[in-house]
């Protein structure tokens, strides 16, 4: 079981998600604060495993409170809880586990506190893991938060970029050649003007044919003449060799 800490300075909304949270048996002791500076108080002298952060909160925002929490030895797994949609990139780039929207659904916190308790068990005794990158996606008017880890491969779409899982495919506000940057040292490499790869989800290659390829995914890729020797070396830095 694991301890909580909530933070929310409008109570009906504190009340509810204490509400939800005592009633999963996955968690233990819930600590309530109503203010970020209550917050920095209960987390400076309680153990806690998980936060659960309204952004918009007077004095200290959720996001404030989320910068101070970074000084810590060992922080928390943060998850953010509001109605604001715009905010999802900035927890993102937080680290948070997670992105609630309000007013929050039973079955949305059950898979929260899942991710939230997948983090605390990959984490090493002595020291924090460092977390997974997080991605803000949205379908339907909801924003979801994907691991960067679970993406095969990207495909460019104009001034956007289409994340590709093993479970869909979603749209982001990402030009291709941010992401290339970005995700470079992550194990992604371009393979032609339209994609990117993660090598760890490649499953074959057919470098040596009229039409060079790769399959990731379960998706067979172009490689282009021009990125072909860059990604022929670095396969060989890698050792990897996947079955042709």
């Known amino acids: 079981m694991i301890s909580v800490l909530i933070a929310d300075d409008e109570k009906p909304a504190l009340d509810e998600l204490a509400f939800l949270l005592g009633h999963d048996e996955r968690v233990g002791t819930v600590h309530r604060a109503s203010s970020g ?127 590709h899982t093993d479970e869909a495919s979603f749209l982001v506000r990402v030009p291709m050649s941010d992401l290339e940057r970005r995700w470079a040292d992550d194990g992604f490499v371009r393979i032609h003007r339209s994609y990117l790869v993660s090598l760890a989800h490649l499953s074959r290659l057919r470098l040596g044919a009229a039409m060079p390829s790769v399959t990731v995914g379960g998706a067979e890729l172009p490689v282009s003449r021009r990125l072909l020797p860059a990604l022929r070396e670095l396969l060989d830095a890698n050792r990897i060799r996947p079955g042709s």
């Open 37 to 163: 500076t209550e917050a920095i108080r209960i987390l400076t002298h309680e153990h806690v495993d998980a936060a659960f952060l309204d952004i918009h909160m007077p004095g200290l925002s959720g996001f404030d409170l989320a910068r101070a929490l970074a000084r810590f030895e060992k922080r928390p797994a943060l998850v953010f809880v509001t109605a604001d949609e715009e905010g999802a990139l900035e927890a993102f780039e937080l680290a948070a586990v997670d992105y609630l929207l309000k007013p929050v659904r039973t079955e949305r916190l059950e898979r929260s506190l899942t991710r939230v308790i997948e983090s605390l068990q990959t984490a090493p005794a002595a020291s924090p893991a460092p977390r997974p990158e997080m991605i803000a996606v949205s379908i339907g008017g909801t924003t979801r938060m994907i691991r960067q880890s679970d993406v095969r491969y990207v495909q460019a779409q104009g001034d956007y970029a289409r994340l």
